[in-house]
T-cell receptor
Framework: RKEVEQDPGPFNVPEGATVAFNCTYSNSASQSFFWYRQDCRKEPKLLMSVYSSGNEDGRFTAQLNRASQYISLLIRDSKLSDSATYLCVVNIRNDYKLSFGAGTTVTVRA | EAQVTQNPRYLITVTGKKLTVTCSQNMNHEYMSWYRQDPGLGLRQIYYSMNVEVTDKGDVPEGYKVSRKEKRNFPLILESPSPNQTSLYFC????????????FGPGTRLTVL
């Protein structure tokens, strides 16, 4: 079983729509969680950390569900510029390794 | 500008011809990693380095070597490249192993014929 699993999509949404997707992780000892954004085979960049109580950054909301071992990302009022692949990243602190999901592709259309 | 640089950005080579991909960071980061990215598989760690002269295998180290003689540089060496090493490679760094935000280089697209 993969350490981090994501629905690859693509999620095709119109501008202004809300889109949400999840990521599941296999190791219950995982300590830290992140969403990275990757544009068209360019380098990944940190989008946001995911905190236990959930957190927002503008139009982006991240949630963590430890009991079911998943994190989610919700994008409100989608913009064309949100089109990208979103990578779920999990840190199992005892070995400092960041485990990456294969990514969820979001395409926002005009 | 704080950044991670990699060279070359694109490389086409033939089986068995030794190559080195350089990686350098100017942020005084202790922790550096190499990843390869293949469709459907996500980023997989090849090697990592917790600090100067300290390197260790990641998930897919076979066919690769690294060195960390200086803090800023972490080259990836393919002694005898094979077609299954055709991939997109990323170097990354972060302040230390305990810090979570990781900065990536722009990537090296390698094709081995």
């Amino acid at each position: 079983r993969k350490e981090v699993e994501q629905d690859p999509g693509p999620f095709n949404v119109p501008e202004g729509a809300t889109v949400a997707f999840n990521c599941t992780y296999s190791n219950s000892a995982s300590q830290s969680f992140f969403w990275y954004r990757q544009d068209c085979r360019k380098e990944p960049k940190l989008l946001m950390s995911v905190y236990s109580s959930g957190n927002e950054d503008g139009r982006f909301t991240a949630q963590l569900n430890r009991a079911s071992q998943y994190i989610s990302l919700l994008i409100r009022d989608s913009k064309l510029s949100d089109s990208a692949t979103y990578l779920c990243v999990v840190n199992i602190r005892n070995d400092y390794k960041l485990s990456f999901g294969a990514g969820t592709t979001v395409t926002v259309r005009a | 500008e704080a950044q991670v640089t990699q060279n070359p950005r694109y490389l086409i080579t033939v089986t068995g011809k030794k190559l080195t991909v350089t990686c350098s960071q100017n942020m005084n980061h202790e922790y550096m990693s190499w990843y390869r990215q293949d469709p459907g598989l996500g980023l997989r760690q090849i090697y990592y380095s917790m600090n100067v002269e300290v390197t260790d295998k990641g998930d897919v180290p076979e066919g690769y070597k690294v060195s960390r003689k200086e803090k800023r540089n972490f080259p990836l060496i393919l002694e005898s490249p094979s077609p299954n090493q055709t991939s997109l490679y990323f170097c990354a760094s972060r302040l230390s192993a305990a810090h979570n935000e990781q900065f990536f280089g722009p990537g090296t697209r390698l094709t081995v014929l």
